[in-house]
């Protein structure tokens, strides 16, 4: 079984509350109310502002991410993102290796670098 981290892109001014309706048929959200593994998916709102960095994102999914990996018959972890958080599934991916779990697979879509520029070369992916 595979499990799925999905997190959604960043949507500026911080808190806006429309995040819900703009990103509410995003992909991500496609991709984990699709998924078809018995592993799990979860979904995951993106970094929000400059309080709500990439690293707060990461963090945010960690915890969800260690559970879903740590699950009896779990093989492999898939984390995706949008736009930032293509960007915050990369350091969510870091931490993960902190706790030994490795990462199967890493898709981003339109992922921003750290200097804030995007493109589909600016990250590396893996699959």
Not at 91 to 112: E, Y
Request: proline share 7%; charged share 15%; with cysteine.
């Amino acid at each position: 079984m595979v499990a799925l981290i999905a997190i959604d892109g960043e949507l500026e001014p911080p808190n806006r509350p429309e995040y819900d309706t703009v990103y509410g048929d995003s992909f991500m959200r496609r991709l984990v109310s699709g998924w078809q593994s018995s592993g799990g998916a979860r979904y995951i709102r993106g970094p929000n502002g400059v309080t709500r960095s990439l690293a707060y994102a990461a963090h945010r999914a960690l915890e969800p991410a260690l559970d879903l990996a740590r699950r009896a018959g779990v093989s492999g972890l898939v984390l995706a993102g949008y736009s930032k958080g293509g960007a915050a599934a990369i350091v969510l991916s870091q931490l993960l290796a902190k706790h030994d779990v490795q990462v199967t697979c890493r898709p981003c879509s339109t992922p921003w670098t750290w200097t804030g520029r995007s493109g589909p070369a600016s990250v590396p992916t893996c699959c």
